[in-house]
């Protein structure tokens, strides 16, 4: 089991890989996607300090679905390509977004957000989600915190089992 630990006394880096051991130890033993994906976004919002929502999205045809998710009611569809979430599923890339209100096109599920990160999600090449989190600080996520939540959502997928078709 983990233990949450929201002190960054140690480098970033280290944390994180703490965090990634922590992970995988929580997700052992569990396949179930639906059931991973929750515990991940919990997780994430138990660990990392200075969020507001943490989660997926799910594709489906041309948009996003809302899965699995910590925080405030949110957006429950989103064409590919509108808002951070829709952009980095049409670009496939990873969107770390400074300042959100700077970001044309953003959707504002939540007033208070102000900076955010989105990972696109794959099995194999094909898009399958994307995993976003976002903060009520401008400019919380750095290119570490990126690289750490990449590294997450690879021990995450390395764990579980996608049971739909996609």
């Not at 989103?78 to 951070?84: K, T, W, Y």
Request: charged share 15%.
């Amino acid at each position: 089991m983990f233990t949450p630990d929201t002190s960054f006394s140690e480098s970033s880096e280290h944390y994180y890989q703490s965090l990634n051991e922590q992970l995988a130890a929580l997700l052992a033993g569990e396949t179930d996607f639906i059931c991973n994906a929750a515990q991940f976004s919990a997780f994430i919002m138990q660990t990392l300090n200075d969020l507001n929502w943490a989660g997926f999205y799910f594709a489906r045809d041309n948009e996003l679905v809302l899965g699995p998710y910590v925080g405030k009611v949110a957006c429950t569809r989103i064409p590919f390509g509108r808002g951070v979430c829709g952009k980095a599923a049409m670009t496939a890339t990873t969107q770390r977004i400074a300042n959100v209100h700077e970001f044309e096109g953003h959707i504002a599920c939540d007033a208070a957000s102000a900076s955010e990160l989105v990972v696109p999600l794959f099995v194999g090449e094909k898009l399958f989600g994307v995993f976003d989190i976002d903060s009520p600080s401008v400019d919380r996520f750095s290119e570490i915190d990126q690289a750490g939540i990449e590294a997450l959502l690879a021990t995450f997928l390395q764990a579980t089992t996608i049971q739909w078709s996609i």
